[in-house]
């Protein structure tokens, strides 16, 4: 089995985007800039918005970091969002989520200038990409499409299924798969036998977060996974059906898998670090 090694692969794309911003500093540039907001202390949350800050300073670029309370109303959050669209030297911005649930995510998600939408969740942002033209793209299916695509792994024509209907996964690798010739089946939480529509597929994509969500006899001989979950079970890190106890089994019948962790985790930050530098570039240029 290939092992699709995401982190190395994250790496890559950094050390690539560390060098151009090195350039532009070097040539006295203003940097590229990402804002982050997060609202509350979701634990998982806080993690990933640090790892995300810490790569921004890592590559050279500039980043500013919101940490607001639990409790910040959605007026008080628009109002942020309204400086951060208005200020010339922002190029990114990103507001993490799960908002708390007294606010309104697709109204938050509406109100950042979409060529500022470093998720790229944006309704024009997702309009774009779904008419094949996209301005800037949402970083895990991003990350997933870079994967297979470095890995050579064939889409056109394949049977992908896609577990998860989420506007930050499920339903944008879907169109993605799509747009790149593959025949698509969605699952989600209604779907009925699910195990018996992943071992008819070439490519199975898990977002459902699930540990065990399907065994990896659910998959046929010679498929490709690309497990996004990221669970935990009694031996650390997980994601749907990769684990520690199963990759000895994955390992004999798969041609390809990403690994849990460093598969498509490292990917989503490499990717959120090129839509803003992508992010800068088309901000300088239409100056
Ligand atoms: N929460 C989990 N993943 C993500 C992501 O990629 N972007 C945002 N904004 N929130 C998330």
Do not use: F, W
Not at 49 to 56: R, T
Not at 135 to 142: D, H
Not at 207 to 232: C, I, Q, S, T, Y
Request: glycine letters at 6%; aromatic letters at 2%.
């Amino acid at each position: 089995m290939q092992l699709l090694d995401g982190k190395k692969l994250a790496q890559e794309i950094k050390k690539e985007i560390a060098a151009e911003v090195n350039r532009l500093r070097q040539a006295n540039q203003r940097l590229p800039k990402l804002a982050l907001i997060l609202v509350g202390n979701r634990s998982d949350s806080v993690s990933y918005v640090n790892s995300k800050e810490k790569n921004c300073h890592a590559l050279g670029m500039e980043c500013i970091k919101y940490h607001l309370p639990e409790e910040t109303t959605q007026e008080a959050l628009l109002q942020i969002l309204q400086q951060l669209n208005d200020d010339s030297n922002v190029d990114g911005i990103l507001v993490q989520l799960p908002l708390p649930a007294h606010i309104d995510t697709g109204r938050v998600l509406e109100n950042i200038d979409y060529q500022k939408d470093a998720d790229g969740l944006h309704h024009v942002n997702l309009g774009l990409m779904l008419m094949g033209d996209p301005y800037v793209l949402p970083c895990t299916p991003n990350g997933i499409l870079h994967i297979l695509k470095r890995y050579n792994i064939p889409m056109d024509g394949q049977k992908a299924v896609v577990v998860g209907r989420s506007i930050l996964v499920g339903a944008p690798t879907a169109i993605l798969l799509q747009q790149h010739h593959a025949t698509v089946t969605q699952c989600h939480s209604h779907t009925r036998n699910l195990a018996e529509i992943c071992r008819d597929a070439d490519i199975v994509v898990t977002a459902a977060g699930v540990p065990g969500l399907l065994r990896p006899e659910d998959l046929k001989d010679g498929a490709v996974l690309v497990d996004v979950a990221m669970n935990h079970d009694d031996n650390g890190l997980c994601g749907d059906i990769y684990s520690k106890s199963t990759a000895p089994v994955l390992e004999q019948r798969l041609a390809a898998a990403t690994p849990v962790p460093g598969g498509v985790g490292p990917m989503t930050i490499a990717m959120l670090m090129y839509n803003v530098l992508q992010l800068y570039k088309k901000h300088e240029t239409s100056k």
